[in-house]
């Protein structure tokens, strides 16, 4: 059974950090793209970073510079820390696993929540 579990979210102060992070289990982790994405109540889902399975990164403009996306193979782990954090960052972000021919898996998600 595959599951992915975010966890690392909370309420931070603007400018602010917070490190999530996204264990994943049932699958061959490392030939999976790694995507973090974000939703809002009434929003579209966006992506945020990715992370390839070669370990090439890339990012949303808006997050350019204040988030950074890892992995670790060994443990099966993703993080993204998140610094500089802006109240516009408040949402639920989401990991996803993804593999060509294999389809796409779904985190339940971590909220995070940014004060001004």
């Known amino acids: 059974q595959v599951q992915l579990v975010e966890s690392g979210g909370g309420l931070v102060q603007a400018g602010g950090s917070l490190r999530l992070s996204c264990a994943a289990s049932g699958i061959f982790f490392s030939l999976y793209n790694i995507d973090w994405y974000r939703q809002g109540p009434g929003k579209q889902r966006e992506l945020v970073a990715q992370i390839s399975s070669g370990g090439s990164t890339n990012y949303a403009d808006f997050v350019k510079g204040r988030f950074t996306i890892s992995r670790d193979n060994v443990n099966n782990m993703v993080y993204l820390q998140m610094n500089s954090l802006k109240p516009e960052d408040t949402d639920v972000y989401l990991c996803?696993?993804?593999?060509?021919?294999?389809?796409?898996?779904w985190g339940q998600g971590t909220q995070v929540t940014v004060s001004a």
């Open positions: 996803a696993a993804d593999r060509q021919y294999y389809g796409t898996y």
